[in-house]
């Protein structure tokens, strides 16, 4: 058979089923986030968050069915170009909302491909998780309770933010961290030091996001710095 003489391909037909399953996670958040957005007329803000939580679940996906890194690394590579076009011609409001000078998206995609290279493919996708859903989750609650709910703000280098919104980005990069250690069998006591320095650094790191360029240093260095507490201290 075709597929037996071509070892890459029959990879690729083995794959086609959890390739299919992210494609068909991905595509559903999408049309969520445009159907808010173009049919409900929801704020482009509030549908381009929805796509950033729910596009970083796919770690979780990609985690449970072992994918292997290159997919993931071309998955960045894939995002990272229609990001990029979706900035200079506006075709997708959920994923780049109109009016902002952000490169947010172009930044989340670039940093799963940076974190896929040196966690995934060393067999430790615990740490590109906690990078990813640090910033997902972790900034992504941060923008809607700041948003809708922030009453005192600060500023940091002409950025603007908001208390309410820092406190919920340490609360769920606390809780995010504290998920995955546990859950990869770290103890206690040094889940709960970790995930603490973690959600300060992550939560340091997101209130400087010009451009968006939070998204890029939030997820990495969440990652790296539980790493290293990891393996450097305990």
């Known amino acids: ?21 992210v494609i068909l996670y991905l595509g559903v958040i ?7 957005n173009r049919l409900l007329g929801a704020n482009a803000e509030f549908t381009r968050k929805i796509v950033h939580i729910g596009s970083g679940n796919v770690v979780l996906i990609a985690w449970w069915l072992q994918l292997p890194h290159w997919m993931l690394i ?13 900035y200079f011609l506006p075709i997708l409001p959920s994923i780049n909302s109109v009016g902002r000078k952000s490169l947010g998206t172009f930044f989340y ?10 966690f995934w493919s060393t067999g430790q996708p615990q740490y590109l998780a906690i990078g990813i859903l640090v910033m997902a989750w972790g900034d ?11 009453q005192h703000g600060y500023e940091i280098l002409g950025v603007k933010k908001s208390w ?13 961290t504290s998920a995955i250690l546990l859950w990869v069998g770290v103890p206690i006591l040094t889940v709960a030091i970790v995930s603490f320095t973690v959600a300060v650094v ?14 890029l240093t939030v997820p990495i260095g969440s990652a790296f710095l539980a ?3 990891i393996h450097g201290l305990f």
Not at 1 to 21: A, D, R, V, W
């Open 109 to 118: 995609a670039l940093s799963i491909g940076i974190l896929a290279q040196w």
């Open 1 to 21: 058979m075709l597929s037996e003489s071509h070892p890459f391909l029959n990879t690729l037909l083995s794959l086609k089923y959890p390739i299919g399953l």
């Open 30 to 36: 999408i049309a969520l986030a445009e159907g808010l």
């Open 164 to 176: 309410e919104g820092s406190l919920t980005m340490m609360g769920v990069s606390f809780f995010v």
């Open 140 to 150: 992504g609650m941060a923008a809607i309770v700041g948003q809708n709910f922030g």
């Open 227 to 229: 790493f290293y507490l």
């Open 202 to 215: 992550a939560t340091g790191l997101e209130a400087f996001s010009k451009l968006g360029i939070d998204n």
């Open 74 to 86: 071309s998955a960045s590579c894939i995002a990272s170009i229609v990001a990029l076009i979706s």
